[in-house]
C-alpha cells in the first residue's frame, strides 16, 4: 500500500500491509488512477468460513430428518392404573351381540376391570349425534377412559378414545382397502398402535410403531382370550379392539338407511334380508321394549 510517509502513523500502515500478505497494483478509472489491494488470505479464510456455516446447516437438517424426538416416551397412558407390571397379562371376558357389560378377569378369575356399552338413539335429544359409547371402570365402579362412537364419520376422527375426565386421548382410524387394519394415533398425531387381522371373527394383533407386536387376541366361541405384555397399557389395548368392535357392528346398521344405530339383532342362522325386523305389538307388551332395553331407554 502507497502511503505518504510524512502522514501520522504511515509505518503502522505499511507493516500492516506487509504483513497481511496484501498486495496493491494499479487501476485505471478515466483520467486517474487508484489502487486496489486484494488481500487473498482474508478472501480464503471468509470462504472457509462460509463452507462451513452450509456445512453446519445441512448436518442440523439431517438431524431433523432421521434423528426424530420420539415423543412416543412423553404420551402419558390412557390408563396408569392398568399398567401391565407382571411378564404378560392373560386376560378372557366374554364378547357377544346380546353382550353389553362384562368383566375382564385375568387367569386366576380375578376380576381386572369392567366394560359396559351404551347404544343411545343417536336421534334422540341430547345424545350430541353418538352411535355407541364403551366405559371403562374398574372394580370399584370409577370411570377410567371411554370410546365415543359419532355417527357423523366412521372413519378418521369417528372413533375417540377419552380419558375419565372426557378429554380427547386420541383416535381409531381404520383403513378402508382393505379393511382389515385400524390405526391408533394419539390427538397430537403420534403414532400409538397398528391393529391387525380378522376383526370378523375378532383374531386381532396389536403392534407398535417399530413392529413389534405388544398384544394379541382371539375369540372361542362368545369368549375372547387375549395376552398384553409387560409395560404395555392394557387399557389402551382393550379400548382400541373395543372401538373396532363397535365400529364393525354400526358399519352393518349404517349399510341400510332405515335401521336404527343401535346394535344389531343376533343372526339366528335363517338367512333373510339381514335388516332389523319390526316388532309386533304382541312382542312390544310382551317383552316389555326389547329396543327400548337395548338403547337404555326407559319404556313409558
Known sequence: MQVAWNMRGAWLLQADSEASGCADFPVAVGRTSSYVVPCYPENGQALLLLLLLCAAITSIMCMFAFFREDKEEQIMPLCPQLLVSEPHFTFHMPLGPNVDSMEVTDDSNRSRCKIIMDWPDPFMPGTSGVAAAVRLQNG?????ATVVARNVAMQ??????????????????????PHRRYHVRHRTGVHLLTLIGDFSTMDIEAVNPVGS????????????????????????????????????????????????????????????????????????????????????????
Open 140 to 144: 370399584m365402579g370409577d370411570l377410567l
Open 156 to 177: 378418521g376422527q369417528g372413533l375417540a378414545l377419552c380419558r375419565s375426565g372426557r378429554e380427547i386421548f386420541g383416535f381409531v382410524e381404520p383403513e378402508m382397502h
Open 213 to 300: 407386536k405388544v398384544a394379541s387376541m382371539s375369540k372361542i366361541g362368545n369368549e375372547c382370550c387375549g395376552k398384553i405384555l409387560q409395560h404395555v397399557d392394557a387399557g389402551l389395548i382393550l379400548c382400541s379392539i373395543l372401538a373396532t368392535y363397535v365400529h364393525r357392528r354400526l358399519s352393518t346398521t349404517i349399510a341400510s338407511p332405515t335401521a336404527g344405530l343401535g346394535p344389531p339383532p343376533p343372526d339366528d342362522g335363517g338367512g333373510g334380508s339381514g335388516g332389523p325386523q319390526p316388532l309386533r305389538d304382541e312382542d312390544e307388551q310382551g317383552s316389555g321394549g326389547s329396543r327400548g332395553a337395548v338403547v337404555g331407554e326407559e319404556e313409558p
